[in-house]
């Protein structure tokens, strides 16, 4: 059984940052890209940023400089640093786990509240 797990997410003024951190336990293989979405109350769910295992990345056009993702193969553990946050970040953030053999995990999601 494959879980991820999400933390770092709070309460941050604008032009703050936080780091978001997504571990996947159990028996995973061949990943494919590992991803973090947002869902802010009343929109739909879209990408922030991915992150492939041959190491190219994606960014939504209203995160690049803003936010870099990054991964670490041995722990299975996908990051989002996210820079000078502003309020229209506020959000549920979910990270994505897909694997080659087309497996899709995703995780329970965490609070990000950027407000003075």
């Known amino acids: 059984q494959v879980q991820l797990v999400e933390s770092g997410g709070g309460l941050v003024q604008p032009g703050g940052s936080l780091r978001l951190s997504c571990e996947a336990s159990?028996?995973?293989?061949?990943?494919?890209?590992m991803a973090w979405y947002r869902q802010a109350p009343g929109k739909e769910r879209e990408l922030v940023a991915l992150?492939?295992?041959?190491?190219?990345?994606n960014y939504a056009d209203s995160v690049k400089g803003r936010f870099t993702i990054s991964r670490d193969n041995a722990k299975n553990t996908v990051y989002l640093q996210m820079n000078t946050l502003k309020p229209e970040d506020t959000a549920v953030y979910s990270c994505?786990?897909?694997?080659?053999?087309?497996?899709?995990?995703w995780g329970q999601g965490t609070q990000v509240t950027v407000s003075s």
């Open positions: 994505r786990v897909v694997t080659t053999p087309g497996a899709d995990y």
């Open positions: 992150k492939t295992s041959g190491g190219a990345t």
């Open positions: 159990g028996s995973i293989f061949s990943i494919n890209f």
